[in-house]
């Protein structure tokens, strides 16, 4: 897997990707999709999937938020995930893989 660059291509709050997902999921992929991104955000989950990949959700903090940006961490960032806490301020960088219930996000550092 290739490492993410250092300097986002994009910054945009965790609320403006949402919403341009939300009104239009073929724009927001021409503006977004295979780009690295700097996303600022409230953490909602951290969790692991099904394959036990670790991921971080980011939203504006409102309850029942859907869809949301699913952060898909990159390795080494364990340590790191394990110490984060629901409702704070976090800011990732990823490439954005487009929306599939939610905004994926992969290969995230913070």
Do not use: H
């Amino acid at each position: 897997m290739s490492e993410t660059p250092a300097e986002p291509e994009l910054k945009v709050p965790a609320a403006e990707i949402i919403n341009a997902y939300k009104g239009n999921e073929v724009a927001a992929d021409s503006q977004y999709k295979n780009k690295v991104v700097e996303i600022t955000g409230v953490v909602g989950d951290i969790k692991k999937d099904l394959l036990d990949d670790i991921y971080v959700t980011l939203g504006t903090g409102e309850q029942f938020e859907i869809p949301i940006v699913q952060c898909f961490l990159a390795e080494g960032m364990e340590a790191k995930a394990g110490s984060l806490k629901q409702g704070s301020q976090l800011t990732v960088t990823g490439r954005v893989d487009g929306l599939l219930m939610n905004v994926l996000v992969k290969e995230c550092r913070f």
